[in-house]
């Protein structure tokens, strides 16, 4: 038995979501653990089928010790894959009828199974929901998600001549005029578990849609596609307020324009926003803790911190040890901190963190990692965007 943190038995028949994440991946290495949004796309796939409706329990299906622990942290329980279903050539199927095995086997009766893709960075909780209730009301056995598509359809033969699918290329039809179909996005399936069982597929009996907005139908199977995620996880998922506890940031590049000047003494001056510092002020008398995190050992900063009146720790190295314990000794939960940043050495720090946030000019990396791109460059009121979009209004 490899199922770990197992849920209580029941005699009635359960909803469970099953999200099979294998450690290896060729188009994009570690993929199940690639963020968008500043959030792990396995974390993602879990918070989705913790949100929707009707759903009991969630379990990842892996070899991973790395995705198994990021899967638990997020709310799911684990199943240990074994090897012989850990290779490419390994189905998903077979993963969910294991999965399927371990999870009955430590005492639970499934009734319903929703399959979820963790390459799937956008399910709709709310769609996955409406699945599970087609299933559980008895309007069908097995529901996919799809969106609505009015797209002229086109094969290529084997001399590569254009063969039209799903129209005649004589007739072209205004919109209004055609029918829809209906593309399939990979996010999610939702199915009896008794009839799965039987068909050994995920399509049986009568099948239904899920209909998701187009949008959110990006299935991430190389680099390009994690870019596209990303791009469209900063339009549509940048929330106005950010909820935490306390505030950590780096210095240069952030509270400065990351730029510096020396005198014929060697004495080194920076550019900070006076705005910064009303922000900082702002966020002190709400009683927000706040910290400077530098790896820098120059004066400046301390000098910057001390006219702040913020704690600093500079000339750090490894800033994730370093926030790990500031946290700790302050009793403030990791998820609970946002962490802002302009440059790689920053990203360990905000890995950790459940708000990794990066100013407007970051470093191409840090802004693919971050859960919130602010509008503002580093030393032109970045640090005061942030305290606004912290404090509540």
Same mark, same amino acid.
């Given at each position: 038995?490899?199922?770990?943190?197992?849920?209580?038995?029941?005699?009635?028949?359960r909803?469970?979501?099953?999200?099979?994440?294998?450690g290896?991946?060729?188009?994009?290495?570690?993929?199940?653990?690639?963020?968008?949004?500043?959030?792990?796309l396995?974390?993602?796939?879990?918070?989705?089928?913790?949100?929707?409706?009707?759903?009991?329990?969630? /379990?990842?299906?892996?070899?991973? /010790?790395?995705?198994?622990?990021?899967?638990?942290?997020a709310?799911?329980?684990?199943?240990?894959r074994?090897?012989?279903?850990?290779?490419?050539?390994?189905?998903?199927?077979?993963?969910?009828?294991?999965?399927?095995?371990?999870?009955?086997? /430590?005492g639970?009766?499934?009734?319903?199974? !929703?399959?979820?893709?963790?390459?799937?960075?956008?399910?709709p909780?709310?769609?996955?929901?409406?699945?599970?209730?087609d299933?559980?009301?008895?309007? !069908?056995?097995?529901?996919?998600? !799809?969106?609505?598509?009015?797209?002229?359809?086109?094969?290529?033969?084997?001399?590569?001549?254009?063969?039209? +699918?799903?129209?005649?290329?004589?007739?072209?039809?205004?919109?209004?005029?055609r029918?829809?179909?209906?593309?399939?996005?990979?996010?999610?399936?939702?199915?009896?578990?008794?009839?799965?069982?039987?068909?050994?597929?995920?399509?049986?009996?009568?099948?239904?849609?899920?209909?998701?907005?187009?949008?959110? $139908?990006?299935?991430?199977?190389?680099?390009?596609?994690?870019?596209?995620?990303?791009?469209?996880?900063?339009?549509?998922?940048?929330?106005?307020?950010?909820?935490?506890? $306390?505030?950590?940031?780096?210095?240069?590049?952030?509270?400065?324009?990351?730029?510096?000047?020396?005198?014929?003494?060697?004495?080194?001056?920076?550019?900070?926003?006076?705005?910064?510092g009303?922000?900082?002020?702002?966020?002190?008398?709400?009683?927000?803790?706040?910290?400077?995190?530098?790896?820098?050992v120059?004066?400046?900063?301390? !000098?910057?911190?001390?006219?702040?009146?913020?704690?600093?720790?500079?000339?750090?190295?490894?800033?994730?040890?370093?926030?790990?314990?500031? $946290?700790?000794? #302050?009793? +403030?939960?990791?998820?609970?901190?946002?962490?802002?940043? #302009?440059?790689? #050495?920053?990203?360990?720090?905000?890995?950790?963190?459940?708000?990794?946030?990066?100013?407007? #000019?970051?470093?191409?990396?840090?802004? /693919?990692?971050?859960?919130?791109?602010?509008?503002?460059?580093?030393?032109?009121?970045?640090?005061?965007?942030?305290?606004?979009?912290?404090?509540?209004?």
């Open positions: 038995m490899t199922m770990t943190k197992t849920e209580s038995a029941t005699t009635t028949g909803t469970v979501a099953i999200i099979p994440a294998r290896g991946s060729k188009g994009v290495p570690r993929k199940n653990v690639q963020r968008v949004g500043g959030v792990p396995i974390e993602r796939a879990v918070r989705a089928a913790l949100a929707a409706e009707g759903i009991d329990l969630v /379990a990842v299906s892996t070899d991973d /010790a790395e995705i198994a622990a990021v899967a638990s942290a709310g799911a329980v684990i199943v240990r074994p090897d012989e279903l850990s290779g490419d050539a390994a189905s998903s199927e077979s993963a969910i009828l294991h999965a399927l095995d371990e999870i009955e086997a /430590a639970e009766r499934v009734e319903v199974v !929703a399959f979820l893709q963790a390459t799937s960075p956008f399910i909780a709310g769609a996955l929901a409406g699945a599970v209730r299933i559980k009301d008895d309007r !069908a056995d097995s529901v996919f998600s !799809a969106f609505e598509t009015y797209g002229f359809l086109w094969a290529r033969t084997g001399d590569d001549a254009a063969v039209a +699918i799903n129209h005649e290329a004589g007739y072209r039809p205004r919109r209004q005029d029918e829809p179909h209906y593309l399939e996005t990979g996010a999610f399936y939702v199915f009896r578990a008794d009839g799965f069982r039987e068909a050994q597929h995920r399509f049986f009996g009568r099948i239904r849609i899920a209909e998701v907005p187009e949008w959110s $139908a990006v299935e991430i199977d190389d680099a390009q596609q994690l870019e596209i995620a990303r791009a469209l996880a900063a339009l549509h998922e940048t929330p106005e307020r950010i909820p935490v506890r $306390a505030v950590v940031t780096d210095f240069d590049g952030v509270h400065t324009d990351d730029t510096a000047s020396v005198d014929a003494d060697g004495i080194e001056r920076v550019r900070v926003s006076r705005e910064d009303m922000g900082v002020s702002l966020l002190r008398k709400a009683g927000i803790p706040m910290l400077i995190l530098s790896t820098e120059n004066a400046v900063v301390r !000098a910057r911190a001390e006219k702040l009146r913020v704690p600093v720790l500079h000339g750090i190295d490894d800033k994730e040890s370093a926030l790990r314990g500031w $946290a700790e000794e #302050n009793g +403030i939960a990791l998820d609970e901190i946002a962490y802002l940043g #302009n440059d790689v #050495n920053d990203l360990p720090a905000m890995r950790i963190v459940g708000w990794p946030v990066a100013v407007a #000019n970051a470093h191409p990396r840090v802004l /693919a990692e971050a859960r919130v791109v602010l509008t503002r460059r580093g030393g032109r009121g970045a640090v005061r965007e942030l305290v606004e979009r912290v404090l509540p209004a």
